[in-house]
Each structure stands twice: as C-alpha cells, then as structure tokens.
C-alpha cells in the first residue's frame, strides 16, 4: 500500500465509507424489511418487489453514472452521491405512505451507483495510482466487512429505535462521514490528474498483464467486453440467488439452528479470499482469478445440492460460497483494467455495474420460483448450472486474450509475412496451414 498517488490513509477512509454504504443501503434492509412491511400493511414479498425495482432501475441509470464519472471524476460523483443518499434516508424515514416510500426507496437505490464499488474503483484509478488493481484489492478487503458488521449493528439499532428512526442514523452516517472523506478524495484526484503520465508512458499496474487491452484489436475489444458482461451478469444472479435466501434456505434443507451459525461463515470466508488474494495473488492474471471465482462459487452450490442436509456440506458450500463471492468482487473492478486500460474505466465498469445489479434483482425471485415450483436440490443444481455458463465465460475471455497476444506478437507477425510471400497465390494447401487461416490466429 505504497502508491504516491493513492494514500494509505486514503484507502482506509475509502474502505470505511463503502462498509456504511454496502451496510445502510443493502445489507440493511432484509433486517428491517418485515417492520416495514407492517407499519405499510404490505407482504414482505411486495416490500422485496420494490427493492427489486429499484435495483433494476439502478442498473439502468449505472451506465450513465460511469460516463459522468469520466467527465467529472469519480471523487466528485461520489461527494455529491453521499449527499443524494443521505437525503433519500430522510425521505424513507418521513414517508407517510407507500408511495411515498416507494419513490424514496427508489431515490435510495439510484444513488449507489455513485457511491458503492463502481465509483470507489474509478475514483483509485484516475487518482493515477500505478499499483490500482493493488489498491482495489486493498479496498475490497476493508470492505468486506459490511455484512459482518451492518447485519448486528442494524440489529442492535432496530432493537431500540423504529426503524424510521434507524434510517434517520443511516443518513446522519452517509452526511457526517461519507461526505467528508469523499470531499477529501477530491483532493487526491486532482494531484492524479496532474501526475498522471500521458497514454503511452502509462506505468503497468500489478499483475501479468496489467495492459493487455492494447494488444486486442477492435474485434477482440468487442467480444471480450461482451463476455465480461455476460460472466458478471450470471455471477451476480448466482450470488444474488442465494444470499437472499441463504438463512432460510438452510432451514428448508433441514439444518435447523445450524442454519444460522453457516450464514454466518460467508463474510469471513469473503474477507478470507481477498487477503489470500492480496498475499499471494500479485502476479495473477485477473481472467484467471474471474476463472477461479466462478468455480468455487458452482462448486459451492453443487455441494450444497449434493450433500445437504449433511452440515459439513453446508459448511463447505458456505465457504466456498464466500471465498468465490470476495474474489468476485475483486475482479468486477481488476479485469475490465486488465482488459481495457485505464481509458474510458468508469465507463466500462458502469456497464459491469449494469449486468451485475440487473441479474441481482431477478435473481432472489427467479430462486424463489424455482422452489416453488421443484424440489430445493433441483433448484439448487439449477444455480449451479447458471453458475458454470459464468465460468465459460471467463475462459472464453482468456481465449480472446491469447489470441489477440498472438495475432500481435512481433516474431509470429514475421513468420506470418514470409508464409504469405513465398506461398503467393497458391491455394491448393490444406486449409489448417493455408495462410488465410494464418489470418485468423
């Protein structure tokens, strides 16, 4: 944690304001949900319906929200997205109906596009940092602990305070902490902006192939952007699917107490990946650690289809479940860098934010419906199925890559050249060795 251009202190203020935004915007509600179903005398499954909406209409505006981030600067965003979240907290907490809250919630939700993951990544990297992907890894660690910490703490809060009053807390946190150190960011980007070497001297951030984007070409560029988004998209269903099911989907296994007790396993197991990650993943491809991710999350569910209601199998499910959930993580902002460059980043990973949040918020009901409609270990073996599509997605992404490092590499463009000047018009070769499948390499 030594980059000039992005501080130690600053990863760690950046770390705590994404633990009180995952906390109060996400992780949150499940836990006061059912009082505010009440209070509205409304189901739960409408209550969720409307966070849904409001997670897909977040997907939607995500996209946009990366472009703004290359224009202004994500410091900038993320200042004024703490201010538009604190704001939407006090419109929850004062909503006198359900359309009232319906809108704020709605309100809520669109400004974790300028304050979550996607804007803290973009704002590391145009700070000009050249060990980024190290500091993002620094920064999903620290952040890591938003379940760990928000599930008690909104707890512990709800058991004393309505949870209007709850949220009125959530938004003096957003306001009195988030805001500042997102001010004191802007400081930081501006010096990136000064230090940062022009495009072609651009120093390599940590891992094997920390600009590889440059040596794809247009084509190639396409596809694996395509992909990225595609593996994101699934993974984000597989993870969404589960999480919101995760404590009653071990009583329904027949796990009973123990249920609660797994649960519990995923955010350590989710910190754990990531430190293992910081330690000993430096020279790592990002397609490779994207690869590693997507198998130990199918893997996980498998198991947990396999095996259940055998706790140990559920233990395992729930570790490797959180171990491919913290690396997840990691890649969703390394890989489009790895991939693409810094240019056009907070573009890119609003699109990342689009797919992921978008297949986030089915992924919960289309669970529920398979449950409703099969057995739990079909529906089980059904995610874990969805799941290995990501992971197909991510090798295909390291073909991409090998073949754009080919059809670059100077020596092979050589060899090429002299097939093609001493074969000349000759077709009669078989088409494996002929020069137009050379073309294709």
Known sequence: MRDRA?????????GLTQIIGYGTLYYSFPVLAPAIAREFTLSEQWIFAALSASLLAGSLLAPTAGRWMDRVGAAWLMTIGSAAAALAFVLCALAPGRVTF??????????SCFVLYGAAFAAIVQAGSP?????????????????????????????????????GVFAALNL???????????????????????????APVAGPAANEGSTLDARSRRTAFLLMLAGFAIEGFVLSALLMHMVPLMATLGLGAAGLFIATLFGPAQVASRLVNMLFGGRLAQTHLATIAAVLLALGVAILAATAPWLAGAVLFA?????????????????????????????RLGWVSAARQFTSALGPFAFALLMSRTAVETSLWSVAVAGLLGLSAFVLIDMVKQRGRRGRHPVLGNIIGTIRSDQGPRRHQAPSSGPHDMEKI
């Open 176 to 202: 009195g902490l988030c805001m500042p150190i997102h001010w004191a960011l802007l400081r930081i980007a501006r010096r990136g902006s000064r230090l940062a070497p022009s495009p072609p001297e651009v």
């Open 6 to 14: 992005f501080p130690v202190w600053a990863i760690w203020a950046l």
């Open 319 to 347: 570790v490797l479940f959180g171990l491919g959930s913290g690396l997840i993580s990691i890649v969703s902002g390394t890989l489009p860098l790895e991939l693409f460059g810094r240019d056009s980043y907070g573009a």
């Open 131 to 167: 060990q980024a992907q190290r500091s993002i890894t620094h920064l999903t660690l620290i952040a890591g602990f938003a379940s760990t910490l928000f599930w008690p703490l909104t707890s512990a809060l709800h058991a004393h305070l309505s949870w209007r009053e709850v949220y």
């Open 102 to 111: 319906v809108t704020a919630l709605l309100a809520m939700e669109l400004t």
